[in-house]
């Protein structure tokens, strides 16, 4: 019924910038918070950063000052822009998003297939 699907991760030298985004589609009534998670090799997932259907955002500390997550409610997108890429951003990105798919605003957390992205020289 929904699907999220991520694009824009890649291979990118340190200091560089991506841009990810994440596009939301199927049978979506409303969409509550919206956010990025990232897994690297041998570790667990964790969360890079959020932001509320008010606009209201957080980030991990290790990337605050460096990464801008934004939505578009009209476009049901989220996007994450990363610049001064360091190699420990390597990871599979994965977008998340909390979904109600009725009008009893029953919301569930949905994930999509993640993206790859990778800092090295």
């Known amino acids: 019924q929904v699907q999220l699907v991520e694009s824009g991760g890649g291979l990118v030298q340190p200091g560089g910038s991506l841009r990810l985004s994440c596009a939301a589609s199927?049978?979506?009534?409303?969409?509550?918070?919206m956010g990025w998670y990232r897994q690297a090799p041998g570790k667990e997932r964790e969360l890079v950063a959020a932001i509320t259907s008010g606009g209201s955002t957080n980030y991990a500390d290790s990337v605050k000052g460096r990464f801008t997550i934004s939505r578009d409610n009209a476009k049901n997108t989220l996007y994450l822009q990363m610049n001064s890429l360091k190699p420990e951003d390597t990871a599979v990105y994965y977008c998340n998003a909390q979904i109600s798919t009725s009008l009893f605003r029953i919301f569930r957390d949905y994930w999509g297939k993640g993206t790859l992205v990778t800092v090295s020289s």
């Open positions: 199927g049978t979506i009534v409303s969409i509550n918070t």
